[in-house]
């Protein structure tokens, strides 16, 4: 989302690391046997950088929304590629279901462009949602999400639901599939913007002699389930497209952390407005085969952080704040840094 002028300046760092693992532990001694995990990753992060912007457009606009009224804030959602130094060609922001035409589509909680705006929790209907089948004899279970700004959701590397508006307006959506215990979901996440490969976006729009055309934007993810699974720092989230950065060198990897520390902060407005504008760097990471997959070990992956209301900047968006019954106490969540993150898997194993 973007920066936010009301956004307090004094604001402690939400991230709970006692509680997650005390959550963890806990968990892990109640745990039921899960499919068998391949091996961790513990090979050395392979970064590739990019300089610049996508040099080739691939998909003009992912966005479908038409303008319904006049305040509506619908921008261009495009796919481009990159070439990297190392000769890789990077689709950015990523490959996603939804350029693949892949299903099934969101069903709104709100969402302006379809017109679906409930006033309040009681105003929504889940009953036309339709539930996706993981396991036939499993669980339904009911889900609200809000991604800024996209999601792609598998469960048990089944695909459940795909964000049908990448970019904006601000959306959130219900989701509803049938699964056993213990069982894992994984959400592929992105923070687009208009300046595909410098990670920045155009804000506010339109753009005045007093704002700015490159402006670093920033992601988060917040979701409640209906058998209690709720986002936050038990999480694990893992960022693998870095950007606006003056040097690659301000990425510095610590095992699987791939962390930027010295560059202010990790929020809005702390972390660093570069001035490099088209010449900006971007650091990425291949991203796993099979990330969806209950399979996939990701011990050596970090904890996801948390994040307040405030430091993601929604304390004015409909699609989150008029529902605060349906997201009780879930955690907006990222990786490390929810300005220069720009691509984010995070996933969760409920046991
Ligand atoms: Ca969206
Ligand atoms: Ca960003």
Redesign the pocket.
Known sequence: MNGNTGRALARARSITFALAATAALAACQTAPVGPELDAADTSAPRRMVTQGRATKVIVPNLTKCAFTHPKMNVRVAAVGEITATDGTVITMPAVTALQKGLGPSSHDLYNECNQVTPKNSAEVSTANVPVIDVDADGEVITGYIVADNYYEMYVNGKLVSVDNTPYTPFNSSIVKFRVKRPYTMAFLLI?W?EHLGL?MEVFPVPVTANTSKFY????GLIARFSDGTVTDGSWKAQTFYIAPLMDPKEVVERGNVHDTPNLGGRVHPYARRPACEDKCYAVHYPIPANWQSPRFNDTNWPRAWEFTDQEIGVTNLPAYTRYPELFGDARWIWSQNL??D?VVIARKTVR
């Open positions: 923070d913007d990670g670093p934007g920033d992601g300005v220069l720009n």
